[in-house]
């Protein structure tokens, strides 16, 4: 089959850890006959400094015109002080909407050849930790209302507005629940109902949804309980469905349990099934271009491309069983290195999962 991406490496490590990818891309290409037809597009702070604006509309067309998209990091001191509006990161923003993704896909996984790196206690972690955060990603306070006045007592004040419809919780809320249908059946909805009005709208549309998923059982927690319970027993979670905002802090939570941020990739999906894949951390200036950084959850990230966009679950599982097998032989990068393990760079870790690919791994 022939697919069309849209590769954006941005800004610190991601040209990179997407150079490594991009060479994943290739090599599974190859070996299951497929065209991945490859182009590349500006955004974050290297589009700010060659068009002024973090997401040039060239970018955005592309995207829209390929099958997935593929994104390192944006971001960088050099554009920390920038306003707002032109900024990395909104291009970042620019994109879930431009491209109508409003589902964020976070795996928080314990590879068991890295059990020891979690901060959490062994007798807290068990077995592993295997959790699917999905996080609305379109709406609520990144995209609301937001502004500043003057008021009468207090001088300037600035706010941001949580709004949610129904349309858009129920679209959410259908992916998790089909989500939790082919995993364990076991969905946690987060909010803050105790509180928010639109978390009582969030949590009485997951209710009136959930009589179409009988076989789902369905829970519900405060927000500051769930922080809370994701350290005392991650286990009891399988999916988790929450508002963009929880879901940020949320799934920067699940993902540090796992002790391995570097490893963690991730999907953004709309209604189609174009998607944008990006590992979960971010540009880590300080240690670009010096060959260090951990580019398994951007190959990790292309694994749920083929899977989710291309339905190419055989591909998927390629990759990941390349990561597993290298993770197994004790090859780590810094960042997930521990005693008694090898230690190598991005460029020799790209090559021992391709390895594993072709078949010339020892
Ligand atoms: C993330 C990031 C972004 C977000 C930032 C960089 C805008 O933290 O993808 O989680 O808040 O969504
Ligand atoms: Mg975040």
Request: glycine share 10%; hydrophobic share 40%; aromatic share 6%.
């Amino acid at each position: 089959m022939k697919f069309k991406i849209t590769v954006l490496p941005g800004d610190g490590i991601g040209p990179e850890v997407i150079e490594q990818a991009i060479d994943v891309i290739k090599l599974v290409g190859e070996k299951y006959d497929h065209e991945f037809e490859m182009q590349e597009a500006l955004i974050g702070g290297c589009a700010i400094d060659a068009h002024g604006v973090p997401l040039p509309e060239q970018t955005l067309e592309m995207c829209k015109n390929s099958d997935a998209v593929l994104l390192g990091a944006v971001g960088g001191f050099k554009w920390d002080t920038l306003p707002g509006h032109i900024r990395p990161e909104a291009g970042l923003l620019g994109i879930r909407a431009g491209l109508g993704l409003y589902a964020n896909l976070r795996p928080a996984i314990i590879y068991s050849a890295l059990k020891d790196a979690s901060p959490l206690r062994p007798d807290i972690v068990k077995d592993g930790i295997d959790i699917m955060v999905v996080r609305e990603l379109t709406g609520g306070m990144y995209f609301g209302d937001r502004g500043r006045l003057q008021t009468e007592n207090m001088g300037e004040a600035a706010y941001d507005t949580e709004q949610y419809s129904v349309l858009e919780v129920e679209r959410i809320a259908r992916l998790a629940f089909e989500t939790a249908m082919k995993r364990n059946k076991k969905l946690m909805s987060v909010d803050k109902a105790n509180v928010l009005e639109s978390s009582r709208l969030w949590r009485e549309v997951v209710i009136k949804l959930s009589a179409e998923y009988p076989e789902v059982e369905l829970s519900h927690m405060y927000v500051d309980n769930a922080a809370m319970q994701l350290v005392r027993n991650p286990m009891q979670f399988d999916v988790i469905v929450t508002t963009n905002m929880f879901g940020d802090i949320l799934s920067d939570e699940a993902s540090m349990i796992t002790g391995s941020i570097g490893m963690l990739p991730s999907a953004s999906l709309g209604k189609g099934t174009l998607g944008l894949y990006e590992p979960i951390h971010g540009s880590a200036p300080d240690i670009a271009g010096q060959n260090k950084a951990n580019p398994i959850a951007t190959i990790l990230s292309v694994s749920m491309m083929m899977k989710y966009s291309f339905g190419l679950d055989d591909v998927a599982k390629e990759i990941e069983d390349a990561v597993v097998n290298v993770l197994n032989k004790g090859y780590r990068t810094g960042d997930i290195a521990s005693e008694g393990t090898k230690v190598v760079g991005t460029k020799e870790m790209g090559q021992l999962i391709k390895d594993e690919i072709t078949g010339a791994a020892k």
